[in-house]
């Protein structure tokens, strides 16, 4: 059954075409936030130079949208990288960060559940979410979640044990991915009726 989200909040998958919201997605994010989501404080040219190439690298990337804007982002990425015949592998890594003011409404659950079902839908076997030990909110999501979160030297980690994907979760993606790339479409073309 699939979870509820909030009224006004999104989730969809993130396409080329979303490249400009993604790079000002991480030039709003706050210093804080910034640092919990890659670990290491990052300066606006580092986090523009990332937000670049975050949708041409092996992997998936999901926005959370708040009222159309993007205000959450999580990434999917194979561990060791993708294995012929086993989509992304036997084991991936989930990253994602919400936006300070937007958080505790749903949003980091969407998110971080679309991203599992995507793992388990491309053999994941287990996917892991690593963050530094002070990030609390994500330690606490990660074990809502299933994780088993282990503390060490400044950082958290944890590992998901994944489900086989099933015939009724590949539809339940198709039918998702479709959608998404609607409104990508869509996101996309709406800039292009505002100039007309």
């Not at 990337?61 to 060791?80: H, Q, S, T, Y």
């Not at 491309?122 to 030990?133: A, D, G, I, P, T």
Request: proline content about 5%; overall charge positive.
């Amino acid at each position: 059954m699939p979870d509820t989200i909030p009224t006004g909040l999104n989730v969809r998958r993130l396409w080329p075409s979303d490249r400009a919201m993604v790079e000002a997605y991480f030039l709003r994010l706050d210093p804080d936030t910034r640092a919990n989501r890659f670990m290491a404080a990052l300066s606006d040219a580092a986090a523009l130079a990332y937000a670049a190439r975050a949708l041409k690298v092996e992997g998936l990337v999901f926005g959370g949208f708040v009222e159309g804007e993007l205000r959450a982002l999580g990434e999917l990425r194979p561990m060791n990288g993708p294995i012929p015949g086993f989509g992304l592998g036997r084991e991936a890594e989930a990253a994602f960060a919400v936006e300070r003011g937007f958080r505790r409404n749903g949003l980091g659950h969407a998110l971080f559940r679309r991203i599992v079902a995507a793992a388990r839908n491309r053999s994941v076997r287990e996917l892991h979410v690593r963050c530094l030990s002070r990030n609390a909110p994500m330690r606490r999501l990660a074990a809502k979640l299933g994780a088993e979160v282990t503390l060490a030297d400044g950082e958290a980690e944890g590992a998901l044990t994944l489900a086989r994907r099933t015939p009724i979760s590949l539809w339940q993606e198709g039918v998702d991915e479709a959608l998404d790339f609607t409104l990508a479409v869509a996101a996309a073309a709406e800039p292009l009726k505002r100039a007309a």
